[in-house]
């Protein structure tokens, strides 16, 4: 370079006019116009245009200027001449007229367009994610990251949290998903983890005497993945000593609201709303209810659990129940439409679809021999619903009724436009199971993790009736995604102990798996809790993206692949022969 950079493409304004300046960036577009030459340069904080006249030096070299070479201009600010002002741009009151020009560099032609509006496909995208990073979107939603995570250190280190990092290669310990694992080369036959969070780290160091924890951390699971899930991901990890549940709630509170305020601001009041786990199951469908709009599941059990359909009867006889759906309007969907609705309900597990539409105060329904005229009505009262409304019932077990009709109110809601999308429905759901029944194990396994302290004040009741302990847990849902979860952690042996046994973890294998961890409990270990946000998804609300890729620099797709650099892939035959690995030819 032949000089130094002295503002960036997005800094000059009508103030900077008659300054001689330079410019380093992208040329983001080149236009001719009657032998006047005008760019537009673009970097990461903006575009300035550039006139480039024919008596300028640079003239002759700036018409092989294409887009995305990097190019350093050297001139004059000047004003635009009136009613060229661009309003769309910061820089839209000034251009700067081009005296000196040096190309540092030249592009192919990009495989996409880096500026406007472009149908790309994701997987090209992410295969020149390095291109893909230039476009302004992408540099936004990166922008709203770096933000909320300095939002987050200044927040917390302002409430004496300390920022502490821990192990990336450390012990495999089962927590709910599978882990990534990494051979030895010094100890041949052994293996690190990946961690899928620095749950036992933290707890650690407050056995370490460090009562304010907190790291922006990497964490790593095994599972399958969606559009909000990556093999790799980052959480707003905290833990605290000497506290409770609603200690933790509130510097969890304290935190979202002033990121909320910085980076949207938006004032939310405090405290947020608490919903039970099992109101935002009966009513929601679902542990990360969406309460931004109200269309809520209904029961009518008791009403219908001895008539005469016995769709209905066999369902509450077998210990299932009936609820449903009260559709505002819907009673408009025409049969395609209730049976497509009632094809979708098959395929999330349902037996399928009750569909009654309300019309001048009773059913239009040929169900209406089975259900006297008082009977009508109270079902149609419980339901809430008014001429016009379309009733949608499931008749099931109780959890597989609660899920398919969470799935079913989401999919109504967009559909529907019922869904405003510029509120927050910021809730607690507290209250937690503790555990959960596998039917694939056969067991009950920790619904959250083994770590989690219970409600019960009996601990056998943690073995005798495991199906009724609460946890004391808490998730944070936003906009019906969970952005945050957290507990209040088992701080004895003797519990600690009584939980693995109710987990049929063995004496042995808990030694083996969380021996260290069983011995630092027995050295005096503080009551203490935490919570981990999830970075990502919730850097994904608040830039307005559908997808966690969107917001981290260089993601895997849904099949866990690194298109740029195609990873994972095979290693030279001797990296494997000095970890003593064969693979099998299957």
């Known amino acids: 370079m032949r000089w130094k950079r002295t503002h960036t493409c997005g800094e000059l304004r009508k103030e900077n006019e008659n300054q001689n300046v330079s410019l380093m960036g992208w040329v983001d577009r080149r236009r001719d116009h009657g032998g006047l030459i005008f760019i537009d340069l673009r970097d990461r904080y903006g575009t300035t245009q550039i006139q480039i006249n024919p008596d300028s030096p640079a003239y002759e070299e700036a018409k092989s200027l294409r887009s995305e070479f990097v190019v350093a201009f050297k001139g004059r600010v000047r004003l635009r001449p009136e009613g060229m002002v661009n309003n769309k741009l910061l820089t839209g009151e000034i251009e700067l007229m081009a005296e000196e020009m040096e190309i540092l560099n030249t592009s192919k032609t990009p495989p996409f367009p880096i500026s406007g509006e472009s149908n790309v496909s994701e997987d090209l995208r992410l295969k020149y994610r390095y291109l893909d990073l230039r476009r302004p979107e992408m540099q936004r939603h990166l922008l709203v990251r770096h933000q909320i995570a300095q939002i987050a250190r200044s927040y917390l280190s302002g409430l004496q949290f300390v920022e502490v990092e821990t192990p990336i290669l450390s012990k495999s310990t089962p927590e709910g998903a599978r882990d990534y694992l990494v051979p030895s080369r010094v100890w041949k036959g052994r293996l690190y983890a990946l961690p899928q969070s620095p749950q036992t780290y ?112 066999e369902a509450v006889a077998g210990g299932g129940i009936v609820a449903g759906l009260t559709v505002p309007g819907g009673g408009r969907f025409s049969r395609k439409q209730i049976d497509d609705w009632t094809a979708w309900a098959k395929g999330r597990g349902a037996a399928g679809l009750v569909a009654i539409k309300i019309k001048e105060r009773d059913w239009d329904s040929s169900l209406n021999k089975f259900f006297s005229d008082e009977l009508r009505l109270r079902i149609t009262a419980a339901m809430a619903a008014q001429d016009g409304d379309l009733l949608l019932l499931v008749a099931e077990k109780r959890e597989t009724a609660q899920t398919v009709l969470g799935a079913l109110r989401l999919e109504l809601g967009a559909q529907l436009s019922m869904i405003p999308q510029d509120a927050l429905g910021l809730t607690w759901v507290v209250d937690f199971p503790l555990f959960e029944y596998s039917e694939e194990e056969k067991r009950y396994v920790a619904r959250h993790h083994p770590f989690t302290s219970s409600k019960a004040a009996n601990l056998n009741d943690l073995i005798a009736r495991p199906a009724e302990v609460q946890a004391r847990a808490y998730d944070l849902v936003m906009q019906g995604m969970e952005i945050a979860g957290g507990s209040i952690r088992i701080y004895d042996t003797e519990t600690q102990s009584r939980m693995f046994q109710a987990l049929g973890i063995s004496d042995q294998e808990a030694q083996e798996k969380f021996g260290f961890l069983l011995e630092a409990l027995s050295y005096g270990a503080p009551p203490h809790g935490g919570i981990a946000f999830g970075f990502d998804r919730l850097v994904m609300i608040l830039a307005g993206c559908h997808s966690i890729r969107d917001v981290i620099a260089f993601p895997k797709t849904a099949s866990a692949m690194s298109l740029m650099e195609n990873c994972p892939a095979q290693v030279h035959p001797k990296q494997l022969e000095e970890l003593g690995i064969v693979f099998r030819a299957d």
């Open 202 to 313: 933290k707890q650690l160091l407050m056995m370490g005497g460090y009562d304010r924890y907190f790291q922006i951390v990497r964490c790593f699971r095994d599972e399958d993945l969606r559009a909000d899930r990556q093999p790799e991901f980052t959480q707003i990890d905290l833990e605290m000593s000497f506290v409770d549940e609603e200690d933790v709630m509130s510097v969890a509170e304290g935190l979202t609201a002033k990121i909320l305020q910085e980076v949207m601001n938006i004032s939310v009041p405090l405290p947020f709303p608490r919903l039970p786990y099992s109101q935002a199951m009966a009513e929601y469908g679902s542990d990360k209810p969406d309460v931004r709009f109200d269309l809520k599941i209904r029961e009518i059990s008791e009403l219908v659990g001895s008539g005469e359909f016995r769709v209905f009867r």
